[in-house]
């Protein structure tokens, strides 16, 4: 069973950077479909950026140009790396994975808390 172990997060002010990784274990992250999301207190789940299998990547209109997603396939990592941040940017962000290019994701990271100051 996989399992997605995500690292960094934390209090920046805005306009800093954080980046954020997820390591894939027990699963090779090459054959894994991987998304990101983010859930704001009071507020649904919501994407942010994810890499499609045909090596594109997509963004939220909100973070696109200042989020960058990056796969390190070696390292079975994701990184997404966050400028320029804003206080709207403030949430728990998680990074998923599934087996097939559409449906459900079955495996989800346990959050990164991502606190911007204003």
């Known amino acids: 069973q996989v399992q997605l172990v995500q690292s960094g997060g934390g209090l920046v002010q805005a306009g800093g950077s954080l980046t954020l990784s997820c390591t894939a274990s027990r699963g090779t992250l090459s054959t894994l479909f991987m998304g990101w999301f983010r859930q704001a207190p009071g507020k649904e789940r919501e994407f942010v950026a994810v890499?499609?299998?045909?090596?594109?990547?997509d963004y939220a209109d909100s973070v696109k140009g200042r989020f960058t997603l990056s796969r390190d396939n070696g390292k079975n990592t994701e990184y997404l790396q966050m400028n320029s941040l804003k206080p709207e940017d403030t949430a728990v962000y998680y990074c998923?994975?599934?087996?097939?290019?559409?449906?459900?994701?079955?495996?989800w990271g346990q959050g990164a808390q991502v606190t911007v100051s204003s």
């Open positions: 890499l499609r299998w045909t090596g594109t990547i």
């Open positions: 998923a994975a599934r087996y097939g290019m559409t449906g459900e994701y079955s495996y």
